[in-house]
């Protein structure tokens, strides 16, 4: 914010959409020094609101898009904070009539990376750059600070970059927010992120329930459980809140929060999003899709009524030692936490292939240190590993992750068992595990499978000792015979 005297007639920056989040990222940019801001939203009375309440911001109001775009310097700078789908489309519409070529249209909101390819290929055509930008943080971190995923062109990123830097979070005196790639790289970006932080919540939401029925803590106790694992390698912010919310008594009832919070979770599709593009990726996001799976069940009231009448194990679980087993739980849960961001930066990789953008995966795990939801301290083991090996194929296998892997693997295994027979879901745990079992498998099963796929269906298979493609004739004399690799 600039002060009176010496406030410009224009702004450098504008909002569109002054829902929470929009507000908020409003205010953020008027806090900081040398940014003025335009704002609009469709409907009046929330400009007249947040003008009113916020005169320290120093607030260009504008009710029309004229009047929005007369109020920008240029190039014109607008970041769009409104519902993904068509309510973005409409007001990129609106925009596009009132800005000229070399200004700058930013989507701040959670869209699904194909509609930001889609429209910053419709948007480049008319000479004004499109900006899909992915931000996470909720509303508190738009506020305060995002981690702010930008895709988009170099050159919108000359104008867009310092003003973006000026309101991001700060990890290690570092802005979080980087020019991801192009297009809809940054959109993607931030698809990933929040596919691994589903798999995050799922597997922090499994731990808590194997110790709530493992050991019978309570949710206060558990909640103490996690502020202790707080302070060490799973420092993060979602184990942070998860101890608030055990904490938290239910005023109407006195019982613990969590206990008459309806066990049904929701889902806005970004997750689903993750999962879907990485099976068309061909990429093994496990962790992150029986998460998303997870939610799913949990949302089907019906077919759990009716399922409620399967039997599960006779014995009740309890675990002896509630100490030892505590450590194991937390063990199996950064081990399988290693996997879902090995997972999800594998994704990354793939989609960067896929769509030709040049993504640094260093850059990406610094800019989600903090300002995200997934901020976590291990996100500069990340940063480490990729520093040192850029092109880094599995970053479970770097050296930290390795290290850590090993020393928890007997304990994740315990955990996975003692699950399993106690009738306790951990899809999260176990399908970690198996992915970890899988990718370090020296052979796979997936030998019986292309036989399976010869024997019906003539798909061929290659052999370990010789280069070429082959069948075997199954129905005849079941001689092999090398074989156009047609199927
Ligand atoms: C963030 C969050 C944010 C939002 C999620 C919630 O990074 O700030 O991820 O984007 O809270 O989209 O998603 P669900 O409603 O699907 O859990």
């Known amino acids: 914010m600039t002060d009176a005297s010496s406030t410009p007639a224009l702004a450098n920056i504008g909002v569109v959409g002054l829902a929470v989040m929009g507000s908020n990222l409003a205010r953020n940019l008027a806090s900081r020094e040398g940014n003025t801001v335009a704002v609009y939203n ?206 938290q008594v239910d005023a109407e009832t006195g019982k613990p929060l969590v206990d008459v919070i309806l066990d049904q979770a929701g889902a806005k599709g970004t997750g689903a999003w993750t999962v879907q593009t990485a099976l068309a990726l061909g990429v093994p996001v496990s962790g992150i899709a029986e998460a998303t799976f997870a939610r799913s069940l949990s949302s089907h009231p019906e077919q759990r009524a009716v399922a409620a009448s399967l039997p599960g194990p006779d014995e009740e679980f309890r675990v002896d030692d509630v100490d030892g087993f505590i450590e194991d739980v937390r063990q199996a849960l950064f081990a399988s936490k290693i996997i879902a961001y090995s997972q999800g930066f594998d994704e990354i990789r793939a989609g960067a292939a896929e769509y030709n ?72 745990f176990s399908s970690s595990l198996a992915y970890y079992d899988g990718i370090r498998a020296e052979r796979l099963p997936a030998a019986l499978v292309q036989g399976q796929r010869d024997f019906f269906g003539a798909h061929t298979y290659k052999r370990i000792d010789k280069e070429g493609t082959f069948h075997t004739q199954w129905s005849g004399d079941r001689t092999e015979i090398e074989a156009e690799d047609t199927h």
């Not at 120093?58 to 310097?73: C, K, M, R, T």
């Not at 970006?189 to 110790?211: F, P, R, T």
């Not at 090993?406 to 027979?421: E, F, K, L, N, P």
């Open 357 to 428: 953008w040049t993504i640094d995966l260093g850059a990406v795990s610094k800019i989600w240190r903090a300002g995200c939801i997934i901020r976590a301290q291990f996100l500069n083991r990340i940063a480490d590993a990729y520093a040192e090996q850029p092109d880094l194929p599995v970053l479970a296998t770097a050296p930290y992750f390795a290290e850590a892997l090993t020393r928890g693997q007997a304990a994740w295994r315990r955990v996975v068992v003692a699950a399993t027979q106690a009738g306790i879901p951990s899809p999260a």
């Open 42 to 247: 469709r409907s009046r009375s929330k400009t007249d609101e947040l003008v009113a309440e916020h005169p320290e911001a120093g607030f260009i109001p504008a009710f029309s898009y004229e009047e929005f775009a007369a109020s920008l310097s240029k190039p014109r700078t607008a970041i769009i904070m409104v519902k993904a789908g068509r309510p973005t489309d409409a007001v990129i519409d609106s925009l596009v009539e009132v800005f000229e070529p070399g200004d700058i249209i930013v989507d701040g909101g959670n869209a699904y990376f194909p509609d930001t390819i889609r429209r910053e290929k419709a948007v480049r055509e008319t000479g004004i750059n499109f900006v899909g930008a992915g931000i996470s943080g909720g509303e508190e971190g738009a506020l305060t600070g995002p981690s702010i995923m930008p895709g988009g062109s170099d050159e919108s990123w000359v104008t867009l970059g310092p003003i973006l830097k000026s309101i991001a979070a700060v990890a290690e005196g570092e802005p979080c927010v980087t020019h991801v790639g192009h297009d809809g790289a940054g959109h993607f970006v931030k698809m990933v992120h929040n596919g691994i932080e589903y798999a995050d919540m799922q597997l922090i939401a499994e731990a808590y329930d194997l110790i709530r029925r493992g050991t019978g803590k309570t949710p206060a106790e558990i909640a103490d459980v996690f502020a202790e694992w707080n302070k060490g390698e799973l420092e993060s912010y979602l184990i942070e809140i998860t101890a608030e919310v055990l904490r």
